[in-house]
């Protein structure tokens, strides 16, 4: 867990962004096929586009996003608990799965989407209450036509990693309004 002036930073940058965020909602094809990925995550910034709703779920937000690269703030909370004590590798897994997987998706163009094919994921340490906010950081390693593959590294405020995961996705056209 990072001292408290190092996770100030990253709590006023989250309540920057979920204050210009819209209420959960699902963003309809239209919307997804008229924009670029980063078009697409710039309009869920800026609330034209509905919140993910996994994110008040999961309390994951996503908080930079830039071609090629997308950063998730995650509060761990005693609700992503297992029963061994320490927060379920599906929540890690969870955050991990959003940046990579959008850090593919900022780079497409309009008219493409892409669903996540592998997922791998290293748990290095257990997280708990205590590490604080966590960040999923996810940068693209490589996109071509058909598939994209990406890393990403999930961290405290002090840098201290405790996962790390890649993924290969498969990119693809989204299909034209009611078909």
């Not at 094809?29 to 586009?49: P, T, W």
């Not at 257990?126 to 961290?155: F, N």
Request: hydrophobic share 40%.
């Amino acid at each position: 867990m990072g001292s408290s002036d190092q996770i100030q930073p990253w709590k006023l940058q989250l309540e920057a962004v979920r204050e210009r965020l819209a209420a959960a909602g699902v963003a309809t094809l239209a919307d997804l096929r008229s924009r670029s990925g980063v078009e697409f995550f710039d309009a869920i910034g800026n609330g034209q586009l509905p919140s993910p709703a996994i994110s008040y779920t999961l309390d994951i937000w996503p908080v930079e996003w830039e071609h090629g690269r997308m950063v998730f703030q995650g509060q761990p909370a005693l609700a992503h608990y297992n029963p061994l004590g320490s927060v379920h590798g599906g929540w890690i897994a969870a955050m991990l799965d959003s940046a990579v997987g959008c850090a593919i998706h900022s780079t497409l163009p309009a008219g493409k989407g892409y669903t996540t094919l592998e997922l791998k994921v290293n748990y290095v340490r257990a997280v708990t209450t205590e590490a604080g906010p966590l960040r999923a950081d996810g940068k693209v390693i490589h996109v071509g036509g058909q598939i994209g593959t990406a890393e990403g590294r999930l961290y405290d405020a002090a840098g201290k990693l405790y996962a790390h995961a890649t993924t290969t996705c498969l990119i693809f056209s989204l299909p034209e309004a009611g078909v």
